[in-house]
């Protein structure tokens, strides 16, 4: 397979876009009330400590994405076990994607409107982008962020009149419980999806420019979520917020400019938008990718359709309402995510650590 590199710049954009995406119209890490913003810390710096681990293997193994590492640590065989094992956390990850899609504008903004309509056309349009290739979505990414962080600034500056500060005392109130709780749920989502990326980069502009990406990319996208969050608490309080499944809509309808800006619910659905297609196409792309390389295709293109296809029929066995989606990201997603963002990272980079150093051994 051709190996293609992508700008340090255009890497960010993408990591940003995806982490953003699908978290602009909740609240992670509510567990912790008023003291949401240090969850949201802790659950970033718990990211920032496997994003050390994602560099560190893009560092040893240059020009090698997650598939090739898992091979040349574990061998053919079990290497391919849990090459597929993450092809399947990629594949029902986008699932849950379509899912969200459905839920979202069938429940929010076009009620009479059949959920299938617009997962059809994120398909539709999520495959032809993916078979376009990363270097098209990336310059996807470069055009549609700047736009994605204008949105995002004007929604929260014309919510700013709305805001209560009391809202958000007594600050310190959560006991340490809570917190971490809040913190564990915000890093299996969206945080820990960063992961997704190890299968999708390989090479990169230098060696050293992994950490560059992964860091500067978490960090934005960090601030980003801890700034509407913490919005959405300051202008609705947190009894209000937390009883909403997307308490952004809500938010939104609060907004009011003269006659000049009203139902600025659309503003929402625009931002929802782009960052969910960005999502959806790299989760694609990751398990495209996968997928050829597990059964060695030259390409990974030819299976992008039927795969979207497939993500697009298990979408609609997974969850019946937006309520049981919901309690389902709370209570099982994070133990099953944990598996694939934390646990098999750390044994991955054991394992080529210790490889490394055998062969260095070796070597003398």
């Known amino acids: 397979m051709n190996r293609t590199i992508i700008t340090d710049k255009q890497s960010i954009y993408l990591i940003i876009m995806f982490l953003v ?3 602009t119209i909740l609240i992670r890490g509510i567990e912790a009330k008023q003291d949401l913003w240090l969850s949201i810390i802790l659950a970033m710096l718990m990211t920032l400590v496997i994003c050390f681990i994602f560099a560190r293997l893009h560092y040893l ?6 598939f090739d590492i898992l091979e040349i640590c574990f ?3 079990i290497g391919k076990i849990i090459g597929l094992l993450y092809i399947w956390f990629a594949f029902h990850l986008n699932a849950l994607i379509l899912t969200y899609i459905d839920f979202v504008f069938t429940t929010l903004a076009f009620p009479k409107t059949p959920g ?3 997962n059809i056309l994120s398909v539709v349009v999520g495959t032809y982008t993916v078979k376009l290739g990363i270097e098209v979505l990336a310059r996807w990414g470069k055009i549609f962020l700047p736009i994605l962080i204008f949105i995002i600034t004007i929604f929260v500056l014309l919510l700013i009149p709305e805001i209560n500060i009391t809202n958000i005392h007594p600050i310190f109130s959560s006991e340490i419980g809570p917190i971490i709780k809040g913190a564990f749920s915000a890093f299996s989502f969206p945080f820990g999806e960063i992961v997704i990326f190890t299968m999708v980069f390989s090479s990169f502009e230098t060696r050293k420019s992994p950490y560059k990406i992964y860091i500067i990319g978490l960090l934005i996208a960090g601030i980003l979520l801890l700034i509407l969050g913490m919005t959405y608490i300051l202008v609705l309080g947190i009894n209000t917020a937390a009883t909403q499944y997307f308490p952004a809509h809500l938010a939104a309808s609060r907004i009011s400019v003269g006659r000049l800006l009203q139902r600025a619910e659309a503003v929402v659905n625009i931002l929802f ?3 969910t297609f960005a999502k959806f196409c790299i989760c694609l792309l990751a398990t495209c990718i996968g997928i050829s390389k597990i ?3 030259d390409d990974y293109r030819f299976i992008v359709t039927p795969i979207s296809l497939l993500m697009l029929i298990l979408s609609y066995f997974l969850h019946d309402s937006v309520m049981e989606w919901v309690e389902w990201g709370i209570d099982v997603w994070p133990p099953f995510a944990f598996l694939f963002q934390v646990i098999f990272p750390i044994i ?4 080529a650590e210790i490889k490394r150093r055998t062969l260095k051994n070796s070597l003398i």
Request: hydrophobic content about 60%; glycine content about 12%; overall charge positive.
């Open 21 to 23: 995406g699908t978290a």
């Open 61 to 66: 193994f240059p020009h090698r994405d997650l």
């Open 75 to 77: 061998g053919k065989l």
């Open 116 to 118: 299938i309509a617009f």
């Open 273 to 275: 938008s782009i960052g």
């Open 295 to 297: 059964f060695a295709l």
């Open 348 to 351: 991955i980079l054991i394992v």
